[in-house]
């Protein structure tokens, strides 16, 4: 089994930036591929951002792109997510996933573990 934690998450000004942190633990090295997903209220939960713990590849939506940025830091088994010029619709709990599988997905049906979510409140 794996567990994350996130953390990071707040209360920001539009055009301010937040870095979340997940802190993976137990058999992390089952997992190959991490991501961020968001729920928004009374909308579905989407894919944000993944990466590859291997090769580092990095995978954006389209909303985000060019404004956030994941890293992982292997050593600690922690993963990131650096998220700048903050808009009022990235206002969502935040997810953090793994998989044990290295090919990319959006798909939330593809990850096997999930954190309990942190909550980004961006203010207009």
């Known amino acids: 089994q794996v567990q994350l934690v996130e953390s990071g998450g707040g209360l920001v000004q539009a055009g301010g930036s937040l870095r979340l942190s997940c802190v993976a633990s137990g058999r992390t090295y089952s997992t190959v591929f991490m991501g961020w997903f968001r729920q928004a209220p009374g909308k579905e939960r989407e894919f944000v951002s993944g990466i590859n713990r291997n090769d580092r590849s990095e995978y954006y939506s389209d909303p985000v792109k060019g404004r956030f940025t994941i890293s992982i830091d292997n050593a600690k088994s922690t993963l990131y997510l650096q998220m700048n010029s903050l808009e009022s619709e990235d206002t969502a709990i935040y997810y953090c996933?793994?998989?044990?599988?290295?090919?990319?997905?959006?798909?939330?049906?593809?990850?096997?573990?999930w954190g309990l979510g942190t909550q980004v409140t961006v203010s207009s």
């Open positions: 996933a793994a998989r044990r599988w290295s090919a990319p997905t959006f798909r939330q049906s593809d990850y096997d573990y």
